[in-house]
């Protein structure tokens, strides 16, 4: 009995490469069509710090760290220097205005005092010699007037008698000529030693003003000299603490070194470094609070200093009202510096991804996986930065550090 032979198609070997090749450009196209190409990583979920978006109330205020510091501290410098013959007060004692801190030694100084005394009484002495040579003088010129004046009367006589006796024909005239010439020069000669006895009047008197000037000069200096030796005491210029005290018995302290420091304890301010990122909103009068033994305490800022060293720049606080009773210098206190008035607005916690992002962009948690979106931060506080843009309330973002995955758009979350 003959059978139907059935053709049965098969699939040649040649054609195998070709259905291969298709199907794996049907899968590379639906890949690039429908696939997520965005840079992903897998994360534990473990080591991630998420937090909520919300709505709320952004207080404007940074919180540094200050150390209490004395309202004024005054150096303290010697006026004359010397040798440290002794150390009167110890550093840390409390000191009044004047008290003698350290006393110092000056041979020097003891000649110098010396040679200026021997200086002084050698003018003292010349003074009063010129003085006595100027009385005799001025003897010696009113005994030569006396005796000019005596010899004119005389003179005057004889040529009166000489020229009534001429007159008369009694005498001759070359007596008469002699009498009048002698009686002439008896005049001018008396005129002239009144002359000069007037212009030795008036040099003796201006020889001796510059002579008691220059005297009055030495006593003055010779005060300055003798106050020196005073100023081989260093005293406290005010009341307060020796804080400081740079010095040992024996050693060579010159004029103006520094040699310690005086500390008012009248009253005390705060000393904080802030970031410079807020250089251009902390001036001088902006108010801020601190809490010690469960009290909060007011202060203010008093001083800005303009220079920024190491990114940080100074400020001074000074109290407003009351301080602790137990503040010490050196403490440490934790100042809440208010640099606005409260508002509203979106909030998210502080974090460390801020160190990596700089505010721009944030990973946004949605089933599952982080997704990384542009954001912008406005202000920040120690709890909070301000979201300007890029998130809406209810959004949850991971606040974490983004060291290990910053070149990642999208997290897989496990």
Same mark, same amino acid.
């Given at each position: 009995?003959?059978?139907?032979?059935?053709?049965?198609?098969?699939?040649?070997?040649?054609?195998?490469?070709?259905?291969?090749?298709?199907?794996?450009?049907?899968?590379?196209?639906?890949?690039?069509?429908?696939?997520?190409?965005?840079?992903?990583?897998?994360?534990?979920?473990?080591?991630?710090?998420?937090?909520?978006?919300?709505?709320?109330?952004?207080?404007?205020?940074?919180?540094? !760290?200050?150390?209490?510091?004395?309202?004024?501290?005054?150096?303290?410098? /010697?006026?004359?220097?010397?040798?440290?013959?002794?150390?009167? =007060?110890?550093?840390?004692?409390?000191?009044?205005?004047?008290?003698? =801190?350290?006393?110092?030694?000056?041979?020097?100084?003891?000649?110098?005092?010396?040679?200026?005394?021997?200086?002084?009484?050698?003018?003292?002495?010349?003074?009063?010699?010129?003085?006595?040579?100027? %009385?005799?003088?001025?003897?010696?010129?009113?005994?030569?007037?006396?005796?000019? %004046?005596?010899?004119?009367?005389?003179?005057?006589?004889?040529? %009166?008698?000489?020229?009534?006796?001429? *007159?008369?024909?009694?005498? !001759?005239?070359?007596?008469?000529?002699?009498?009048?010439?002698?009686?002439?020069?008896?005049?001018?000669?008396?005129?002239?030693?009144?002359?000069?006895?007037?212009?030795?009047?008036?040099?003796?008197?201006?020889?001796?003003?510059?002579?008691?000037?220059?005297?009055?000069?030495?006593?003055?200096?010779?005060?300055?000299?003798?106050?020196?030796?005073?100023?081989?005491?260093?005293?406290? /210029?005010?009341?307060?603490?020796?804080?400081?005290?740079?010095?040992?018995?024996?050693?060579?302290?010159?004029?103006?070194?520094?040699?310690? *420091?005086?500390?008012?304890? !009248? @009253?005390?301010?705060?000393?904080?470094?802030?970031?410079?990122?807020?250089?251009?909103?902390?001036?001088?009068?902006?108010?801020?609070?601190?809490?010690?033994?469960? %009290?909060?305490? *007011?202060?203010?800022?008093?001083?800005?200093?303009?220079?920024?060293?190491?990114?940080?720049?100074?400020?001074?606080?000074?109290?407003?009202?009351?301080?602790?009773?137990?503040?010490?210098?050196?403490?440490?206190?934790?100042?809440?510096?208010?640099?606005?008035? /409260?508002?509203?607005?979106?909030?998210?916690?502080?974090?460390?991804?801020?160190?990596?992002?700089?505010?721009?962009?944030?990973?946004?948690?949605?089933?599952?996986?982080?997704?990384?979106?542009?954001?912008?931060?406005?202000?920040? @506080? /120690?709890?909070?930065?301000?979201?300007?843009?890029?998130?809406?309330?209810?959004?949850?973002?991971?606040?974490?550090?983004?060291?290990?995955?910053?070149? @990642?758009?999208?997290?897989?979350?496990?």
């Amino acid at each position: 009995m003959d059978r139907k032979i059935e053709h049965k198609t098969r699939l040649r070997k040649k054609h195998i490469p070709w259905i291969v090749g298709g199907a794996f450009l049907l899968i590379v196209a639906a890949w690039l069509i429908f696939g997520d190409h965005r840079s992903s990583l897998r994360v534990d979920s473990r080591t991630l710090t998420i937090a909520e978006v919300k709505q709320g109330e952004f207080k404007d205020y940074v919180r540094v !760290s200050g150390i209490v510091q004395p309202i004024t501290t005054v150096q303290l410098t /010697p006026l004359e220097g010397g040798i440290v013959q002794e150390i009167v =007060i110890e550093e840390g004692a409390t000191v009044q205005k004047g008290n003698v =801190i350290i006393r110092l030694s000056n041979p020097q100084l003891n000649i110098q005092i010396l040679e200026s005394e021997a200086s002084l009484a050698e003018k003292e002495n010349f003074l009063r010699n010129t003085r006595v040579q100027m %009385e005799q003088e001025k003897l010696n010129l009113r005994r030569e007037r006396l005796n000019l %004046e005596t010899e004119v009367e005389r003179k005057k006589r004889k040529f %009166e008698q000489t020229k009534a006796l001429y *007159q008369e024909n009694l005498t !001759s005239k070359e007596d008469y000529l002699q009498a009048k010439e002698d009686y002439d020069l008896a005049l001018k000669s008396a005129e002239l030693v009144i002359e000069r006895q007037h212009q030795d009047s008036i040099f003796r008197a201006l020889q001796v003003n510059n002579m008691e000037i220059n005297l009055y000069s030495m006593q003055r200096n010779m005060t300055l000299v003798r106050q020196r030796v005073e100023n081989l005491n260093v005293t406290s /210029p005010i009341d307060g603490e020796l804080g400081l005290l740079d010095a040992v018995l024996g050693q060579s302290i010159s004029s103006g070194q520094k040699v310690g *420091q005086i500390n008012d304890l !009248s @009253n005390y301010k705060i000393e904080a470094m802030i970031d410079e990122h807020y250089i251009d909103r902390v001036m001088r009068g902006l108010s801020g609070t601190f809490e010690r033994g469960g %009290e909060k305490y *007011q202060v203010q800022v008093s001083k800005v200093f303009p220079e920024v060293r190491g990114g940080q720049f100074r400020t001074w606080f000074t109290f407003t009202g009351s301080r602790p009773d137990n503040i010490r210098t050196g403490q440490t206190y934790y100042i809440n510096l208010e640099l606005g008035q /409260p508002t509203q607005g979106l909030i998210i916690p502080r974090g460390t991804f801020y160190q990596t992002t700089g505010g721009n962009w944030i990973f946004v948690v949605e089933e599952g996986k982080a997704v990384r979106r542009p954001v912008k931060i406005g202000r920040q @506080n /120690p709890q909070h930065y301000e979201v300007l843009e890029g998130l809406t309330p209810g959004e949850r973002v991971i606040i974490s550090s983004y060291e290990m995955y910053r070149n @990642n758009e999208v997290l897989i979350i496990n």
